[in-house]
């Protein structure tokens, strides 16, 4: 970005016919979108996960292919907040952060996506350890931000209880 191409065409058969011209590399800003997926085929797009389980991440951002010679990579966010499983006084407190590198699928497609990212009900909340730590109820927020412009994208869900079977005996 910012490097100035400049071009001179000269006709062989005529030495006096020359023509120049010049284009300066810049920028061009998209729209962002950020995705949670259930699969690693990223094509079940979810907005509840449960209590343990993966999730994939991925954000589409085409101007963020920055080299077009090697897959570049991007930051995203997610914060987990309570939800109402431990009452008035814990909800919506933070209770889990990290921050995800996802890298580009391929060179040039400008689609950014994570590894496996475990989330589950079972480990003490760790800021950036890789592991999404959460309850029933929490919300989890993955948010992006373009380092390059004001384009901030979200996607958020919800964890729902691991569902188990129940019998009676008389």
Request: net charge negative; charged share 25%.
């Amino acid at each position: 970005l910012g490097d100035t191409l400049h071009v001179t065409y000269t006709d062989t058969n005529d030495v006096t016919d020359v023509r120049s011209d010049t284009a300066l590399i810049v920028d061009a800003p998209t729209a962002s979108v950020t995705q949670i997926f259930e699969d690693s085929g990223y094509t079940d797009e979810v907005d509840t996960l449960l209590t343990r389980e993966v999730m994939y991440l991925q954000v589409i951002d085409t101007d963020e292919n920055r080299n077009p010679q090697r897959r570049d990579t991007v930051l995203v966010t997610v914060v987990v907040g309570n939800g109402t499983a431990e009452g008035v006084d814990g909800l919506g407190l933070v209770i889990d952060t990290d921050v995800i590198t996802l890298t580009e699928s391929g060179e040039t497609t400008g689609v950014f996506r994570s590894d496996s990212v475990v989330v589950t009900d079972t480990k003490k909340p760790v800021v950036n350890d890789g592991v999404i730590s959460w309850g029933r109820f929490d919300t989890m927020q993955v948010r992006y931000g373009d380092v390059n412009s004001s384009d901030t994208t979200t996607d958020t869900a919800l964890a729902l209880e691991i569902a188990t079977s129940a019998r009676v005996i008389f």
